[in-house]
């Protein structure tokens, strides 16, 4: 019997150097964790303020995705590649006029543009490593590579803990204080300029690595896909596979739980706990970890287990953990009364207790962990020469995280909320039903794809 080929042979230094992308990408999601509670104190902003900042990342994407599919169709992969390389470093360092003039929109402009460039790193990046190999690894493949994301999410979690955070946290009557010896005003710009350093690094790093790049030379993938190097796509051809749109009604759901549970889960911990803004910086930093474990345990189970089918059970699992999250929260304990808040563990190392609630929440980060490369591999999978666009499209479908986090926002900043994010977790519980559907019905290859197999 033939065994089916992890990765085309020959290709495995291509492979490396495009798995450093994923690395890559992970920094201004993460860093928008960091920027949502820097920015409600440096900038004064409110929670669904504060929403527009995963709102301008994702915009990025949704607007540069089709451009950048069009682009790699025409250019190839390595063109698209360096073409969003570049405009990601130049995203990073408008975050300097960004925090000299304490301009808002031109945070959100700076981070529009540098997730126009994280689009085409995406596109060309995933849909890549699923060609470099055999059909049936893809799932596999692209987990693989989507493991090292998350060291980009603790690289960029610890650096944005430790050199954005100051860990001045004043209170009411500090600010009063300060307001009346008239330094306040200094006390902001001086939080609001920690935030440029890291993506003056970031940008030097992104620079380093498009360098490499231009010199890599990569094989046409296209052609040994058997599409031939000269295949164009479709979109018109992209509505005969069923389980491909299914894919991006998954994705847009899935983004939304993921980023609406990061986005806000070092605020969900200090409405929760005593923590300080650097002791919740340090949970966001072993979230990632968590992350990352989960995707090489997953990659391994999948040796054993249909792709599809563990996202099926994961995402079960996160409905399950996502209730507790609530009902075990300040808020629920205040609505439900069921007990769960007074429920604690030791954070490891520490000797300190947490609520059972923030473990909970942290938990589902590991069960979310296969989820984007899954419903990505399952959604291109079968495309053949619509490969490309179809990608582009998936990657559009990450306006989900700005929608659905911009949602979890408004729901916190009503009465019935009363500003607590506990009560608006009810969207990624919705958002894993849907991917349940996904996964256990709607990932099937039908149409073209179905006779393709």
Request: glycine share 12%; proline share 4%.
């Amino acid at each position: 019997m033939k065994k089916n080929k992890l990765i085309t042979p020959g290709y495995v230094v291509t492979f490396v150097l495009i798995t450093s992308l994923f690395f890559l990408w992970a920094w201004p999601n993460t860093l928008n964790d960091v920027l949502i509670k820097q920015f409600q104190k440096s900038l004064e902003l409110s929670l669904t303020q504060t929403g527009f900042l995963p709102f301008a990342l994702k915009c990025g994407y949704f607007f540069f995705s089709i451009p950048a599919g069009i682009f790699m169709q025409r250019k190839g992969y390595k063109s698209g590649i360096m073409l969003g390389l570049c405009l990601f470093a130049a995203g990073c360092l408008l975050f300097y006029p960004a925090a000299s003039t304490r301009e808002y929109s031109v945070f959100l402009g700076a981070i529009f543009i540098m997730a126009g460039g994280a689009a085409f790193l995406e596109i060309g990046a995933n849909s890549f490593v699923v060609s470099l190999g055999d059909k049936a690894t893809s799932e596999r493949r692209l987990n693989l590579a989507q493991s090292f994301n998350p060291l980009g999410g603790i690289a960029a979690a610890g650096a944005g803990t430790l050199f954005i955070f100051s860990g001045n946290e004043p209170s009411a009557a500090d600010i009063g204080a300060m307001k009346s010896a008239g330094t306040y005003d200094t006390f902001l710009a001086g939080e609001n300029m920690r935030v440029f350093p890291t993506y003056l690094t970031l940008a030097a790093i992104v620079l380093v690595i498009a360098v490499f790049v231009w010199k890599a030379k990569f094989p046409k993938i296209d052609a040994a896909a058997g599409g031939g190097a000269t295949a164009k796509g479709s979109f018109r051809a992209l509505l005969k596979y069923p389980h491909w749109y299914g894919g991006i009604i998954s994705q847009f759901f899935y983004l939304g739980a993921q980023l609406g549970t990061w986005s806000y889960l070092i605020t969900y911990i200090q409405q929760n706990s005593a923590m300080g803004e650097k002791q919740a910086g340090a949970f966001l930093t072993a979230n990632m970890v968590i992350f990352m474990a989960g995707r090489f345990f997953s990659t391994w189970l999948m040796k054993y287990f249909k792709p599809t089918r563990l996202m099926g059970v994961y995402a079960i699992v996160n409905i399950a953990l996502v209730s507790v999250a609530i009902l075990g929260s300040q808020w629920g304990e205040a609505a439900f009364g069921v007990g769960l808040y007074g429920v604690s563990l030791p954070i490891p190392f520490t000797g300190v207790e947490a609520p059972v609630c923030i473990f909970a929440l942290i938990a589902t980060t590991f069960f979310m962990s296969l989820m984007y490369p899954t419903n990505f591999a399952s959604g291109v999978k079968g495309l053949g020469a619509h490969a490309k666009l179809g990608a582009s499209i998936l990657v559009m479908s990450l306006i989900g995280g700005a929608i659905l986090s911009f949602v979890m926002g408004r729901i916190a900043d009503t009465g019935w909320a009363n500003g607590q994010i506990a009560a608006a977790l009810v969207v990624p519980i919705f958002s894993y039903c849907v991917i349940c559907w996904y996964a256990f019905s709607g990932s099937k290859p039908r149409g073209a794809a179905a006779l393709s197999d």
